[in-house]
T-cell receptor, first 116, second 114 residues
Framework: GAGVSQTPSNKVTEKGKYVELRCDPI?????LYWYRQSLGQGPEFLIY????????DSGLPNDRFFAVRPEGSVSTLKIQRTERGDSAVYLC??????????????FGPGTRLTVL | DAKTTQPPSMDCAEGRAANLPCNHS???????VYWYRQIHSQGPQYIIH???NNETNEMASLIITEDRKSSTLILPHATLRDTAVYYC???????????????FGSGTKLNVKP
């Protein structure tokens, strides 16, 4: 079946612009996660959704970052007033349920964001 | 939050077993050990997880020490396609604040050589 998909695969923008990154999770997965990965580092947790609500947004670096999941499936990560330091690969993952001891997260290929 | 320590890189000959160590000396009783790997330009891929007992699946084996302060991921017959960054993750097993947070760290870059 289809895995997690993310669009666009690459996004180049200018400092100060607004960007939206989209994630399509695996059908039926109730839990959705966003991570950010800088060059040479492991993924860094940003936010976790259980259904439509953000259950944990403690990893969002500041109020320029916001994410939504209005219908409990597709999610959009929104970044306002982008800065060069926001350049990274943004990864999305989904899992069937977020309250099981077995929490295999299925990752998408990521969106590479470059802020010039 | 650095909960695990891994060597930055390791080499392994093709066809030989790859043994990747992980130190998690501050692990608590309800925390699981997960292993993921990330092949270049792809998202991380789940390999295996465990709590106390050793685990084996079609990809790998996970050996957890009796005191649970360290573990080893074993790829029994490494191939060139196993070249990747391997992440050892400690995850809170109690449903609550940290339950769904994975702290990846910097991982171990495994280079499988012909």
């Amino acid at each position: 079946g289809a895995g997690v998909s993310q669009t666009p695969s690459n996004k180049v923008t200018e400092k100060g612009k607004y960007v939206e990154l989209r994630c399509d999770p695996i059908s039926g997965h109730t839990a959705l996660y966003w991570y950010r990965q800088s060059l040479g580092q492991g993924p860094e947790f940003l936010i976790y959704f259980q259904g439509t609500g953000a259950a944990d947004d403690s990893g969002l670096p500041n109020d320029r970052f916001f994410a939504v999941r209005p219908e409990g499936s597709v999610s959009t990560l929104k970044i306002q007033r982008t800065e060069r330091g926001d350049s990274a690969v943004y990864l999305c993952a989904s899992s069937p349920i977020g309250t099981s001891d077995y929490n295999e997260q299925f990752f998408g290929p990521g969106t590479r964001l470059t802020v010039l | 939050d650095a909960k695990t320590t891994q060597p930055p890189s390791m080499d392994c000959a093709e066809g030989r077993a790859a043994n990747l160590p992980c130190n998690h000396s501050t692990i608590s009783g309800n925390e699981y050990v997960y292993w993921y790997r990330q092949i270049h330009s792809q998202g991380p891929q789940y390999i295996i997880h465990g709590l106390k007992n050793n685990e084996t699946n079609e990809m790998a084996s996970l050996i957890i020490t009796e005191d649970r302060k360290s573990s080893t991921l074993i790829l029994p017959h490494a191939t060139l396609r196993d070249t990747a960054v391997y992440y050892c993750i400690v995850r809170d097993g109690t449903v609550g604040y940290n339950f769904n947070k994975f702290y990846f760290g910097s991982g171990t870059k495994l280079n499988v050589k012909p």
